[in-house]
Nanobody, 126 residues
């Protein structure tokens, strides 16, 4: 059964850092773009950052550019999101998702994505 499992969320003060991890099981990410999405209370879900396991191309939302960094470990079928200089506006439920579309199409959710994780909470206090 194909699954995505997120970990690494939690509570952090403004300016702090967190690293999220997402492990894929039941399928390999070789042909996929995978990334992180977030949804705050009362707001639409948005793509934060995505990476292609095919060519390592990446996408970042403007709001996180320069603060967040996405990386992958193909051997572990895992993607990471290093989040630095966190702000209260970064507080949200963060989801991992994967799709066979391009990095941009995946992160902008131009279509339904193939796989989603259950989500993990990130809270940044001011």
């Amino acid at each position: 059964q194909a699954q995505l499992l997120e970990s690494g969320g939690g509570l952090v003060q403004s300016g702090g850092s967190l690293r999220l991890s997402c492990v894929a099981s039941g399928f390999t990410l070789d042909d996929f773009a995978i990334g992180w999405f977030r949804q705050a209370a009362g707001k639409a879900r948005e793509g934060v950052s995505c990476i292609s396991f095919e060519d390592d191309s990446t996408y970042y939302a403007d709001s996180v550019q320069g603060r967040f960094s996405i990386s992958k470990d193909a051997a572990k079928n895992t993607v990471y999101l290093q989040m630095n200089n966190l702000k209260p506006d970064d507080s949200a439920t963060y989801y991992c998702a994967a799709d066979r579309a391009t990095v941009q199409a995946t992160c902008r959710m131009w279509g339904p994505l193939d796989y989603w994780g259950q989500g993990i909470q990130v809270t940044v206090s001011s």
